[in-house]
């Protein structure tokens, strides 16, 4: 390897997929392999990596097929200081030894290796210039040498490995696999050219809970550089169009967007068009299904600039919410680490009528963050805005190739969509606004605008900016004219649909609404920006990256990392050491944060980060949350750590029968330095939320009455049986329901508010000699997460896949409920009984059976793994069987 100052030395082991494209095939806007093959590559990184040139690939292994398995090698002969590792296939095939030196470098890379091949799915960090794919695989097996030689696409990097060669080398290039051995033995010396082999392999949980990290010398050089960015970086200026409409579920038709789309004299770089109510079909709003996707997005390619190419950069759409991303088409291939998310906020906190989609990406060293949001609708529900827009912010995450962001982690963020908030009726009715709406004095009515008030008092939007507002409002019209809604409601006019943004470097050029558009009962919206992002001047770089280098190799032969923790006395627990956090007491769906500072007093730059125990497979307990999980210290400057705990449907049911208790210990790691251990303590105060059914009918008294043993012999069975047929909490709720809400319109579709579910919680635990407090919606939300939170669900887990299978005939459907244990299968047959009787008030409530079946489906089989994607022909089956129970006639025959 080279030793040079130019060089970082960065050394980089992956698995790349070297797709065999099928032609003409599209599956989501993504063009489709028809077969995989793979080569693992070793490369050098040269720093900076602008193209490339800068990349020496040192060896190749090509791979294609089915199946590798990696495993220690205890028959090959080797000493103290190296093992072997042997990887395979499950056929005949050439075995691969790697010999390796002893050392933490060896064991990262041999445990990323393991947890590849086990978890089926690779997660590549390739520096900045990244070759890296994610997608998940069936395994592979390393190819032959005949194989090898019929892998024509392995030319491409062979020529990359010849010519990007330090001085053109190409005896290198000849060096086969057994060298592979040597470099990885020569990685653990000590001094210059240290290099670190690393291959990453995680899951999207796994690297939410901290399983990955970057290590080395490397990656402290990088965080020097990103804080001395401004040294390097020039500016250069996008333009960017966003444009938001809630088109209130119509097809567009023959509709031209240009007005609405192109309406700047020359075209923008960017696009970021969202779309809401897209469709209001009941299937969209079940299955996320629409044939009106399609027919926008024709519309919508129409309606771009004429004055440039563009070219798709991301679709996301979660029911009626859809965002597309566009870009020139020269600039695609400058776009990095593009990825696209979406988080639902209504009821069970993922339906899609609410919410929000969002793409991501990185534009030169500037990352760029788009979300279109639904919030919660009617003029007085504020709150539950306020909510959607926290549940948004915290819950939709990036999992990218270093690690997750979210939203507020970007650079540059464009927020928009409807964002429902209204002017205040308790200081101004709707016939003063439309009065002083009709006199453009539209500061007036905006004085008393919900969004501003709100933002205001800091509960949203916090340091987002909204340009200056010179058009009539968005909504409420008839629909086809401009006239201010006439229905009997009379909505009082509002801006319903704004666009805000957060960032330095962002200038708003104008925002306007596009009043010609009469489809809807929303006018369009959108607004045309500068977006400055930082581009990297070679030039420079090299000169801020030789100091960073010099200075570093001096700091790290005087000085080690030296940093203090300082926890506030506040969160100490009573008589403990300064490192132990104490969070008191810990309800159910309530969270608590504390932060501690780490300083750095030491004379060289930190990079600190939470590690792993031993055996274990997460950072922390699935109750703590940490941000950040890693960072980086100046001398001189501090860091803060904020620790949240929250104990949910996943984790409550473990402390309530004692698996698991609210005790944590937290390893920071310094690199090059100390361990420092943090533990975390907490007092949870069981609830039942998280009781298992055949405990809650056994449960006499409230279980704030029950002692944690007594609550554990409940759980095991261990207590007189059959006291209750269904739990009197279940009841309680359903019964409340049955008095206040059979009629109410939106039942169990509208999100209750927080505030009210954690007071009906702490009812349900007492159960005092008063009404039930909260709304209908907020009791209503309460029984879902009663019955989700069950450990065992109403159906249990053995009999899922019997359900799904029967779900065709209530004849085997009913079979199947005879197999249930005698409480579920009574809590069962509660339930749809509850909601036969909804349904006989549908002429009211407007409920249908496809949609409760819908969602009680997925809360009486709830799936065991709580990280489980969502499958919507699984939903479908479970749907099926519960709506069997809702609509055959001879329902409660021989249950």
Known sequence: MPNSSSWIGEVLKALLEHPNWKEGEEHGGQVSPETREFVILVMDGRVPILSPENLHVAHLIPVVGNLFNCDIDT?????????????????????????????????????????????????????????????????????????????SWLRFYEDLKRHSSPGGDEQDSERGIDSVSEDFKNSDTDGEGDEDYEVVGVERESMAKGMTTLKGRDTIIKCVLDSKQEQFTDLAGYKVLIATWNVNGQSPGSICLSEWLARTPEPPDFYAIGFQELDLSKEAFLFNETPKEAEWLTRVKEGLHKGAHYKKVKLVRLVGMMLIVYAKENLIKSLKQVHMEYVGTGILGKMGNKGGVAVRFELEETSICFVNCHLAAHVEEYQRRNQDFQQISTRLTFFLQHGIKYIKDHDLIFWFGDMNYRINPQFMDAIEAKKLIQQEKYQKVLDKDQLKDQMREGNVFVNFKEGPINFKPTYKYDPGTDNWDSSEKNRSPAWCDRILWKGDGIEQIDYTSLNAYTLSDHKPVSSLYTANVKVINPTKYRRVYEEALKKMDKLENEFLPQVTVDIPGGNLAPHSNRNEIHFGKIRFMEPIKKTFTVANTGQVPVRLEFIRKLDDLYVCKDWLRIEPLAAFIQPGETCEIELQVLVDKKSAGNLNIGKDTMYDILVLHLESGKDIFVTVIGEYERSVFGCSISALVNMIDPITSISPGKLIELEKGQMPMGVYDIPKELWFLVDRIWRMGMQKESLFTQVGLTEEILQIRDWLNVIPNTPIPGSVDSIAEALFL???????PVIPFNLHLKCLDAASSYTSCKQILKLLPAAHRNVFVYICSFLRELLANSDKNGLEPKLLALLFGRVMLHEQNWNTKPNQKVDKDKATFIYQFLVNEDYGEDL
């Open 75 to 151: 028959e090959n002969g080797t000493d103290d200081t190296e093992f072997c590792v042997k990887i395979t296939t499950n056929i005949t095939e050439p075995v691969i030894y790697v010999k390796l030196a002893r050392g933490h470098r060896s064991q990262n890379f041999i445990d990323e290796v393991f947890r590849a091949a086990q978890n089926k799915q690779i997660f590549y960090i390739l520096s900045k210039f990244c070759f890296g794919l994610s997608k998940d695989f069936q395994g592979v097996k390393f190819a032959s040498t005949a194989e090898v030689q019929g892998l």
């Open 786 to 792: 009663l019955l989700e939170s069950f450990p065992e």
